[in-house]
């Protein structure tokens, strides 16, 4: 997500010799700053200095260098083994997997580093971020630099070690800093208050999905609460979607198909409805929640959304090709169109609605447990619902075959008494 409206810029008075520092802040608590020394300005090489800070709710927060990961000089902050500092890894992005280890990276974690009050902070200096594998970066001329930034909710990491192996970010996106207002000062730490000047403070704090305006002025005890409320939040969401995603497509949308194939009794058809209708209510919220968490977190381009819309879209039309066909197999007494196209929608959108729920769980970075569970129940779930449909094929074609000699269709009432006729 590109943030333009991102301009929290601590200024200093350049004309005394401190510091400036451009200051980013996503979700109002993760924030991440930057400096320049005058030093690195004036050659294009040599030191700069970036905090990153976040409250430790978040299991590891990342910046890097770069618009998209692919190609980009990431570091990523956890918490060190003793929990009290942080430990700061540098990585390259490669693409849309966990990037790689960066054994060039000329790093030092700084003074000033470390966790107070439940807020993690990483006070860094990079000697050589000016060029990395895969990209550069301009100090002295251009003021426009393009940066990534990635977070993950969740438990400490608490470890030492710089290659500490990581769960994919929750969230991620990309933004433009504008390096005129971090640039000046000495080649020093401009992260403790002795060498930085903050009394000019501009304070417009974005985050993405809310206008800059909204958060000004709040102080930082409320912005904490404010973005612990916005991720628990998104959670719930997520939960509620997935939940009400899954329950339509691994639970009532197969159940209302199956039990239209292999059961038989009086009224069997206002069952499927019933169950199908209220199935198709559940993924109409799952699709609204969905479409609200994949526009704020630009996900929209990503396989899941695109097959939820397909999906929505599909299952619109199915009641109106159900009652088409309903009607018309009452009476012509066989499949119509209708029926072959309610049939075939049916039996596209329920294999891809529970393959899509897979593709939701990696897309949310899901914990493996979370993923087997709804593997394992997916796949006796498409496997039932599959049998289902050969044995009611079979049964249908006795039946249909078997009409010819009896009569005792014509006893029944209605074609839905017996659903292996019936559909
Ligand atoms: C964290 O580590 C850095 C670098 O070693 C050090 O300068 C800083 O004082 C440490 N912070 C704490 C709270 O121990």
Request: a neutral charge; one cysteine or more.
């Amino acid at each position: 997500m590109r943030i333009t409206n991102v301009a929290a810029v601590v200024v200093s008075l350049a004309s005394t010799g401190f510091a400036a520092i451009a200051k980013t802040v996503f979700y109002q608590n993760i924030q991440y700053s930057l400096n320049i020394p005058d030093t690195t300005v004036t050659s294009g090489v040599g030191d700069i200095y970036f905090q990153l800070s976040a409250p430790t709710l978040y299991q590891w927060v990342a910046l890097g260098q770069g618009s998209s990961m692919s190609g980009s000089n990431i570091f990523i902050m956890y918490t060190s083994a003793d929990g009290t500092n942080v430990t700061v890894s540098p990585r390259l992005g490669v693409g849309n997997q966990q990037p790689q280890q960066d054994t060039t990276a000329q790093i030092a974690v700084l003074e000033g580093s470390g966790v107070h009050n439940g807020v993690m902070t990483a006070n860094v200096r990079c000697s050589n971020c000016d060029t990395w594998q895969g990209g550069s970066m301009e100090f002295t001329g251009s003021s426009s630099s393009n940066w990534i930034y990635a977070y993950r909710t969740g438990s400490a990491i608490n470890s030492d070690d710089i290659w500490a192996n990581l769960v994919q970010h929750n969230h991620a996106g990309s933004f433009n800093w504008d390096l005129s207002q971090a640039r000046g000062g000495a080649d020093v730490n401009p992260f403790l208050s002795s060498a930085t000047n903050t009394t000019a403070t501009s304070s417009a704090p974005a985050s993405p999905g809310r206008s800059s305006s909204d958060s000004q002025g709040s102080s930082s005890a409320e912005d904490a609460t404010d973005s612990s409320r916005s991720q628990e939040q998104q959670e719930r969401m997520q939960t509620a979607h997935a939940v009400c995603a899954a329950v339509a497509f691994v639970g009532l949308f197969p159940i209302g198909a199956i039990l239209i194939r292999v059961a038989s009794f009086d009224g069997l058809v206002w069952v499927h409805v019933g169950i199908q209708a209220f199935a198709l209510l559940l993924f109409i919220a799952a699709v609204g929640l969905g479409l609200s968490m994949a526009v704020s977190g630009n996900q929209l381009n990503q396989a899941h959304p695109i097959i939820g819309l397909v999906l929505f879209a599909l299952l619109m039309i199915q009641p109106v090709l159900g009652w088409m066909h309903h009607v018309l197999y009452k009476k012509y007494q066989g499949r119509t169109l209708w029926s072959h196209a309610h049939l075939t929608v049916g039996r596209i959108a329920i294999p891809l609605g529970i393959i899509n729920g897979g593709l939701g769980l990696q897309l949310s970075s899901a914990d493996r447990s979370a993923k087997i569970a709804y593997g394992v129940v997916a796949g006796v779930v498409g496997v039932t619902y599959f049998a289902a449909i050969a044995s009611g094929e079979v049964k249908r074609k006795r039946t249909v075959d078997g009409a010819a000699q009896s009569e005792k269709d014509h006893a029944r009432s209605d074609w839905e008494s017996s659903g292996s006729t019936g559909v």
